[in-house]
C-alpha cells in the first residue's frame, strides 16, 4: 500500500497547488492547459489501446461493458455521488466540481500503471512503478484543480478505494490474471482514456464512467477464450 499513499500524497499536494495558482491564471491560460491535457490524454489513451492482440476482445469488451455501465447507471451514480460531496462541502457550482471528480477519478485510476503497479506494490512491496505514476498524477491534480475546483482532490480517495484494493488482493489476482489478460484490459481501459481526452478537448460528451464494465468483460473473454483454443 505504501505507493498508493504516495499517490495519494501527490495527488492531494497538486490539486492544493492548482487551487492556490489557478486563481492568478487567465481563462485563456487555463482552457489552453486543459486544451494540452485532453491532447496528450489522447496520445495515452491510443498507447493503451494498442496493446490489444485481439481487437475483437476489446470491441466485444467495449459493448457488454457500456450496455452493463448503462444499465447501472454508473456514470450517473458517480456525478451524484460528485454532487452529494459539493453539497457536503460546500463548493461553489462554478467550481465544476462533479466533472472535476469524474474526470479525475478514471483518468488516476484506469491505466495501467494503476494495475500493474498495484500488483507490484501488493506482491513485492516495489513501489517503483506507483511512485513514477503518483509524480504524473500530482501534474494532473494541479492542471485540472486550476479549471475544475475542489473536486479534483476528492479523486485519492477512488484511488485509495481501487488502487487500494488491488495491491490488498494482489496475492490473489496473481494467480487470476495472465498477462494477455492484463493487456486487454489495458486495451479497453485506453478506449475510455481516449473518451476522456475527447471530453476534455469538447468534442463529444461521452459517458465515460458507463464503460468501466468493460475492464472485468475483458479478462473474463480471454479466459473464456483460451478454454476454447
Request: aromatic share 6%; hydrophobic share 55%.
Amino acid at each position: 500500500m505504501t505507493g498508493t499513499w504516495i499517490n495519494i500524497a501527490t495527488v492531494l499536494v497538486g490539486c492544493c497547488l492548482g487551487l492556490l495558482l489557478g486563481k492568478r491564471f487567465p481563462d485563456r491560460i487555463r482552457e489552453t492547459l486543459m486544451k494540452g491535457l485532453g491532447l496528450f490524454t489522447l496520445i495515452v489513451g491510443l498507447q493503451m489501446a494498442f496493446e490489444t492482440d485481439r481487437v475483437i476482445v476489446t470491441l466485444v469488451s467495449v459493448v457488454i461493458g457500456g450496455i452493463t455501465g448503462e444499465l447501472l447507471a454508473i456514470h450517473a451514480r458517480l456525478d451524484r455521488l460528485g454532487n452529494a460531496l459539493q453539497a457536503r462541502f460546500g463548493a461553489s457550482s462554478n467550481n465544476r466540481f462533479s466533472e472535476g471528480f469524474v474526470t479525475t477519478s478514471l483518468i488516476f485510476c484506469v491505466g495501467p500503471m494503476t494495475v500493474l503497479g498495484a500488483l507490484q506494490d501488493g506482491l513485492t512491496g516495489d513501489y517503483q512503478l506507483l511512485a513514477i505514476k503518483s509524480l504524473l498524477d500530482g501534474v494532473v491534480a494541479l492542471t485540472f484543480a486550476a479549471g475544475f475546483g475542489v473536486g479534483v482532490a476528492f479523486s485519492a480517495c477512488t484511488i485509495l478505494i481501487v488502487q487500494g484494493s488491488i495491491s490488498l488482493m494482489a496475492g490473489h489476482l496473481e494467480h487470476v490474471l495472465t498477462e494477455a489478460m492484463i493487456a486487454e484490459m489495458v486495451a479497453a481501459g485506453g478506449l475510455m482514456v481516449l473518451g476522456i481526452g475527447f471530453v476534455l478537448l469538447d468534442l463529444a460528451r461521452i459517458r465515460v464512467a458507463n464503460y468501466l464494465p468493460a475492464l472485468v468483460v475483458a479478462p473474463l473473454l480471454v479466459a473464456l477464450i483460451s478454454q476454447f483454443s
